[in-house]
């Protein structure tokens, strides 16, 4: 695998369930992000996570629990959500704070669906 | 209120022709620039980026100009090409690095027709 992968790529829950989207990178990077893009707005940063340290966070709702365990690896746990969280989800990652370029790279997303 | 602005949802261009995207942005701490593109169904994909200490830079039929005293960029494809038809976002950084997130515009999708 190269790049950043996401799974599940669609995801349907119901406003009870407990759920986690997977990102992973293989690019050697030191900061990954969470992104939301609903539909006819621009994409919105939601975490931000460098050497596994939170740095961001955008006033999100509590229902969404971001967990990094490692530079490699991130995770978005959903609980409780509601129909106006549907949208896609994006992982990315970039090399670190200090690095000159400031190019992050996608994952494909994970289209969310709340019922 | 959003920083970021594509003003245009939607851009018809002839296959051969010019493509020319435009971005405005409001915040004076947006010191690089990028443009992302995007097919349905993958994430956006990085095409191009400009730091704010240049006002051109280039990469095959992909070319950035930033005007920065009017806080406007703009992505010029050339010649366009069916496979340029995607959704290009504009986005921007503030000094700090890339760890600190991109502030994105809407996106504007683009056309090429045949």
């Known amino acids: 695998e190269t790049g950043v992968t996401q799974t599940p790529r669609h995801l349907v829950m119901g406003m009870t369930n407990k759920k986690s989207l997977k990102c992973e990178q293989h690019?050697?990077?030191?900061?990954m992000y969470w992104y939301k893009q609903s539909a006819k707005k621009p994409l919105e940063l939601m975490f931000v996570?460098?050497?596994?340290?939170?740095?961001e966070n955008n006033s999100v709702p509590s229902r969404f629990s971001p967990e990094c365990p490692n530079s490699s690896h991130l995770f978005l746990h959903l609980h409780t959500l509601q129909p106006e969280d549907s949208a896609l989800y994006l992982c990315?990652?970039?090399?670190?704070?200090?690095?000159?370029?400031?190019?992050?790279?996608f994952g494909p997303g994970t289209r969310l669906t709340v019922t | 209120d959003q920083q970021v602005k594509q003003n245009s949802p939607s851009l018809s261009v002839q296959e051969g022709r010019i493509s020319i995207l435009n971005c405005d942005y409001t915040?004076?701490?947006?010191?690089?620039f990028l443009w992302y593109k995007k097919y349905p169904a993958e994430g956006p994909t990085f095409l191009i980026s400009?730091?704010?200490?240049?006002d051109k830079n280039e990469d095959g039929r992909f070319t950035v100009f930033l005007n920065k005293s009017a806080k406007h960029l703009s992505l010029h494809i050339v010649p366009s090409q069916p496979g340029d038809s995607a959704v290009y976002f504009c986005?921007?950084?503030?000094?700090?690095?890339?760890?600190?997130?991109?502030?994105f515009g809407k996106g504007t999708h683009l056309i090429i027709q045949p």
């Open positions: 990315a990652s970039s090399q670190d704070r200090e690095a000159g370029d400031r190019e992050q790279y």
């Open positions: 690019l050697g990077h030191n900061a």
């Open positions: 996570y460098s050497l596994e340290e939170r740095v």
């Open positions: 915040n004076s701490m947006f010191d690089y």
């Open positions: 400009i730091s704010s200490i240049k």
């Open positions: 986005a921007a950084s503030a000094p700090g690095g890339g760890a600190d997130g991109l502030t």
